[in-house]
């Protein structure tokens, strides 16, 4: 856990560096071989799975009761088990200016036992606690303290209090607490949980677009390929074809091809599907395919 806090905070010291040219403010080039360990460490070799508390809750409505109830929440629905392992506490939860000797400190009123309780709770359900900095003199809410010019002290504040994850003004939505079944159905899906952890790690990316729609692809282990057809158009259905030159298959390959939305196969018009997919999707919608090859018993 030090070690995560450290390494997301250095990372923290070299963005801030280049904004305000602090003390940790030389810019530092990072060699192959060092890049490559860097890789290897360990760390997020997959898209970290959580909740983080600002889209819901701000400043107004963030305190230890709420990252409690929504850890038992995270819990008692399932998505613990599903991946969704964060619970991360977002802006506004220190006090407005650090202690005698520069630490930061906990909002009493709101995180009144301190993070240190907080991470043993969270751990005791068996998730992980994130918290919140900023790379500048001040948070973005400008209500707590930010991070420049403390890095290094604030990593081992962190470390010292169990924190597992630091996260910079990147929030999620919700209140797991009241959330709809489709929305609980999005987010517990559990085969487009596998393709978002899948152990080789490709981030999807865009590989056609043609007016109002798109393709995108992503290679997986296994040989096999993620799909998704995209119809950006508010109020007209789509038919969009992914061709396999564009998402990275052989010509010729048949695939299976399963729709991760409707957890079905889906079968290609003539049989097989040995060349392209074509599909329709409706308005603002998209359709989900995992594309594996088949074994050709001709290869036997």
């Given at each position: 856990m030090a070690a995560a806090a450290a390494v997301l905070l250095a990372v923290a010291c070299a963005a801030a560096a280049m904004i305000a040219g602090g003390e940790c403010g030389r810019v530092v080039h990072v060699g192959e071989e060092h890049r490559r360990s860097m890789l290897a460490n360990g760390l997020a070799t997959a898209p970290p799975m959580g909740w983080n508390s600002w889209n819901h809750f701000a400043c107004d409505g963030n305190g230890e009761d709420v990252i409690r109830e929504t850890a038992d929440a995270l819990v008692s629905t399932g998505l613990?088990?599903?991946?969704?392992?964060?619970?991360?506490?977002?802006?506004?939860?220190?006090?407005?200016?650090r202690d005698s000797k520069g630490n930061l400190v906990a909002n009493k009123k709101t995180f009144p036992h301190g993070i240190k309780a907080l991470a043993d709770y969270v751990h005791s359900k068996g998730l992980k606690l994130g918290i919140y900095s900023d790379a500048g003199f001040k948070t973005c809410a400008k209500v707590q303290p930010g991070s420049l010019g403390h890095e290094e002290q604030d990593a081992k504040t962190f470390a010292s209090w169990g924190v597992d994850y630091l996260k910079y003004d990147n929030c999620n939505n919700g209140d797991l607490k009241h959330m709809s079944q489709e929305t609980y159905d999005i987010l517990a899906n559990k085969e487009v949980i596998a393709v978002n952890q899948d152990a080789l790690g490709i981030q999807g990316k865009k590989v056609r677009m043609e007016g109002s729609s798109e393709v995108w692809a992503a290679p997986l282990s296994g040989y096999r390929t993620a799909v998704l057809l995209l119809n950006r158009h508010a109020a007209e259905a789509a038919a969009i074809t992914a061709h396999w030159d564009d998402v990275g298959l052989p010509a010729g390959t048949a695939v299976e091809a399963r729709d991760l939305w409707r957890h079905a196969t889906v079968a290609g018009a003539g049989g097989e599907l040995t060349e392209k997919i074509t599909l329709d999707v409706a308005p603002h919608s998209c359709r989900m395919l995992l594309l594996k090859p088949l074994i050709s018993s001709r290869a036997n």
């Open positions: 613990a088990a599903a991946g969704y392992k964060y619970v991360n506490i977002d802006d506004c939860w220190a006090e407005p200016q």
